[in-house]
């Protein structure tokens, strides 16, 4: 009641100036963390414990008792308690009849029982009103008052009213209450904490299986071949060389990986005459983690960046440099100008740069505080039509840099051809049929598709 | 109704628990995708239709019925028809009488009609509460599960209650409400979707005009002049080397832009005498647009950064530099180090960098995000302290740069000097008059003016 | 009370649509801007000041009256008068009875008044409700419309109902009300906005400090000693190779710092055999601006990033490749590859590549916007995992950059080591404490006292 007493009271009895006392159960680590955080929030806090006696963790401002004697006293009790404890609450089922009760719980292991914590708190006081909030939020950020991570509490319960309560409490707290819903929410917001980046799974694996395969590939033509043939120790390249070959290879490969799905839904959807059939399953996921495959495919062109320009710097380079300008210069002949190689070098390097600038504008943009500024037309325009001009130019980059090795026999060292023509496979395709879905018999028909028009219409308004 | 059946109710019977039903007009697809959503978050939907029979396509748990059956079952109606149709709403005015109806359309074009879909259907509704919501989400978006993109809705309306109804089911559905005031705000909501960057159109215009000038200028000086006096084919230059000419040029003429309203502003008051007037339009529309002005600089800024850390891998550099030394080899001379030239060179670069470094910063400060975890003080602190010093380091990069080639005869081609001496006008002449508003006996009577001191006063409080 | 009636209500005069008067007290810059952009919102506005007669400034559509008399139109009073003049309250204290004052005074120093212009207000007015709120917005930025710095507005208060209704204002103008809690924090509002990035001032003085030190340093190893000793004039090392040297040395020592007082929390820990005392108060404060350390060093690796890739294009260091060349060429010799360098040289271009990768995406992560989606676990994962690898590559990389210059004795002139040798001290330590602590006799009770054991309990529930 630290802040209330300041209150120069005016003539009614005004209890909406006064914050409604919340008792929390449980004098664990979470619960004293909480119950200072809402003290500071100007809310009067009862503990309820198994152990009375005053302690010196516990805030000062608040009371501790009994569980019974502290339930009576608040509308709202927050239970700070692990669920292995949650059949004590059984005998208290009178008390607790019709109050709030705030499950903050977490499991150890996702989904570890049938239904959530919450859930099961609901069965245990039928006649409560059960909230779920809470969880995802840290007693050392609570204690520390850092709260660098997120500052959302995910709030889920059957009672408007509850609910509201609740909220408004985490509002009270400088923390953003999101509602999820009803109860049944609780699985997935107890699931929550325990994610450790869900949609990133599936292209880090997949980024991980084709690093690992094109590391084995350029082994193969680089290091092991000339070792072989030539006898030449080129087994430093795995430090720079090779990773400079996998880095464009994967960044290409991901990049047309991810507008990929969205050709296939057009062909699907083509074909089928309808939107209204949902995408295989496989292909919805693919479409959700577009966005993150994006992003790793911009991480490996990052690299490929950063590998590149440090070339010159290298010591190897600079020897190979200076053993062939020596040999000029011993061998007394200087060569002129090449002006083909020089349009060769300058297109690739320039294509490369603008594709990468780019894709780092896309990356920019799917940054959350960017995309929640703009509308549905420039998010699309910046995700479809910029994206698309960042695959051509780096196609256009991978095919120029080849030039006219693709036809040169030293380009297949045991049949095997170089890494950067593998990597064109997909993204060579992607733009071939992106290509032939814009001509107008096939892009209006699916325009028309788009729009709710069905081939063979089962519906109709 | 599937999730207040799991409330096992108190002894009072508390309505607060229970979500109104929602009533959707019209089953297409935006409908559809709503009504879904809708029910997801506890609210029973009911959708009003011509063709009552039921379709695989609606939600299993909503109702369809006819549109006046439908609109007796709720207070709110969200109306997800076309404009062109909403004059069957007009029979059933009677029924809507007092209703909340919610307002989702889109139109085609901006401004396409002379009033606002919702004020059109306020006027043919007279008697319901219209309010505009939800046509900024897109039907996919809500379909997909994911937001991407913006999860604000932009609320308006002239009922108070009418729009925290709808405010409410906004929240439940995850989105963030942003009430933009009485319905007179409709046309500024419509219009946003069919925004493409409303705020970047000048900016860009502007650097795609002087990006061609500059062009232009650059081939004439650095590929026909050597092509007609010395017969040379530098036409490769088109690639690298001239990009890397017109970016620094375009980048530093926009960060000198930004900073000219706000100089030319100092000087209008100053002259006016008080800070009342309302300044010229295009000064307003100028100061308003700074940032993306100045984010289309770093752009180019780092464009540049990109064609100049490429320089040392391009075949023709490669290519000039050995025959550079192939000839010094084959002369027999080494040339001494000139310390001169190394200060220069080293000047020139390390001001770049400086400056680069600053203008990213300054760029990572206009990110929303961080934007808002700033106060006023410390924003103006970096835009413009920060900011200057930027264009100071960038300018003086620029005359480092040209060092002593602006007394060069051969930088004069056919009377044209190098475009990098162009570029230094704008910025040199926002540097001196800065400076100059600097002195005391200017920089006083401004603040004076600028906390509201008038030389001629019109009013006194 | 403006919501509850919300329901069908038609016939009834339906107040809910009417928004309340606001009375401002006094016409000056900020007060005119805030009612100008109140009336914008829909709520009528009032202006009261000493001088009644129209002005041309005063928004149109606003009645401007005698203090007296316009307060008594309204229930909701914004004072808009600076802390000095607030005396002229207390004569119309019977009329202010009841009513909600808000205070949106700002100081010119911090901690000016022994209490805050708030609190202060409530003692002046003792019966009316005082609200703090509007001081962190700028007159500028409501009157421009642009609001690219905050959209904050701290609020506090004792009456809650009073906050609630200066929070929908607020909300109401597009701005983001947030609520600190009781009057009390009026004081910490107040002095926000005069604030300079508190929390940056320990590590940008601790790098300032450190910058000199290794200036000075670096200046008598590599410029007075050759000049001395060599009678060599490398004056211009000052602009690049001197930063350049700097630059990595204080990205590591920093970096460093980071991880060091967790370190040393762990080890007060395990010696305390308690979390529940609190750390001395440097170990705390340290603690919380590890992430402000973070990003200074983060900036000073983007620095000696782009400081080494222009290595190549300096005008000193083309010189002495070509020299070195040209007299290989005149000596007629070639050298082999060296494949240890070759080695060496890759390894730690290559370390360091990755380490600085890894702290972009550090910094990344640590954007408002982001850090706010992902949860604790994710976020831990990020900043201790990944962050301890950056470290470790970023200390392996200046290792291998060492390579075997460590022992050769031209490495200490004038008994100097190099910077980079100093650079390793803090870095190497930090990783051998963090390695032991990571066994499990160590790692075992420090997790338990972590999750709340204590050696010697004092506390059990």
């Known amino acids: 009641m630290n802040k209330n007493s300041s209150n120069i009271m005016a003539l009614a009895p005004n209890t909406s100036n006064k914050r409604e006392t919340v008792c929390i159960f449980g004098t664990g680590d979470f619960g004293r963390a909480l119950g200072h955080k809402i ?38 009790i927050i239970i700070a308690i692990q669920r292995q404890h949650y059949n004590f609450l059984t005998p208290l089922a009178e008390i607790l009849h019709g109050k709030v009760l705030v499950d903050v719980s977490n499991n150890l292991k996702i989904n570890q029982y049938p239904e959530s914590n919450a859930e099961y708190l ?39 009213g509850a609910k509201q309560m609740v909220m408004d409490i985490v509002r009270a707290l400088g923390l953003t209450p999101l509602d999820q819903g009803s109860l049944l929410a609780a699985q997935e917001i107890e699931n929550y904490p325990l ?9 880090i694996l997949l980024s991980l299986g084709l ?41 290409l490969i991901l990049l047309a990986l991810v507008y990929l799905p969205g050709v296939l839904a057009a062909i699907i959807q083509l074909y089928r005459g309808t939107k ?49 300008i020596v040999s000029q210069a011993l061998n007394n002949k200087t060569e002129p100008l090449n002006t083909t190689n020089a349009w060769l070098s300058d ?32 998010f699309r325009f910046v995700q479809s039509k910029l994206g698309y001009l960042t695959l051509i130019l780096c196609t256009a980059h991978t095919l120029v840099y080849g030039g006219n090795r693709f036809l ?16 064109l496979i997909v993204p060579c395709i992607v733009l071939v049929v992106k290509f032939v879905l814009i001509f107008p018999c096939l892009d209006k028909p699916l325009t028309r598709i788009r729009q709710g028009w069905e081939r063979n219409p089962q519906f109709s308004e």
């Open 408 to 423: 040169r026999p030293s380009s297949y060292r045991w049949y095997l051809p170089n890494a950067y023509m593998l990597s």
């Open 122 to 160: 609901a069965q245990l006081v039928p006649g409560a009103k059960v909230v779920k909030a809470f969880n995802t939020v840290s007693a050392w950020a609570l204690q520390s008052g850092t709260l660098d991570a997120s500052r959302q509490v995910f709030v889920c319960g059957d009672d408007m």
């Open 347 to 378: 297109s690739y390097l320039a294509l490369g740069i603008l594709g990468f600038f780019l894709f780092v504008l896309l990356g920019i943009t799917s940054l959350p505080s960017v995309s929640n500024n703009v509308n549905w037309r420039e």
């Open 276 to 324: 209204y059939h949902r995408f295989p399953d496989w292909l919805d996921k693919w479409m959700l983690c577009r966005k993150q495959l994006g992003l790793v495919a911009l991480a490996f062109a990052s690299l490929h960046v950063l590998y590149t320009l440090v070339i010159p710097i290298r010591s190897f380079v600079r020897w190979r440099q200076s053993s062939q």
């Open 195 to 203: 994610q450790l980046f869900p949609m990133w799974k599936f292209p």
């Open 211 to 251: 690093t690992a395969f094109f590391f084995f590939y350029c082994l193969t033509r680089d290091i092991i071949y000339p070792y072989v043939y030539e006898n030449k120790d080129f087994s430093f390249f795995i430090v720079i060389s090779i990773p400079n070959r996998i880095c464009p290879v994967l960044a």
């Open 39 to 76: 003290i500071q929030s100007g809310y009067p806090v009862v503990f309820g414990s198994r152990n009375t006696q005053p302690s010196s963790l516990i805030p000062k401002d608040a009371e501790v008792l009994s569980h019974a004697e502290a339930a009576q006293k608040a509308a709202i």
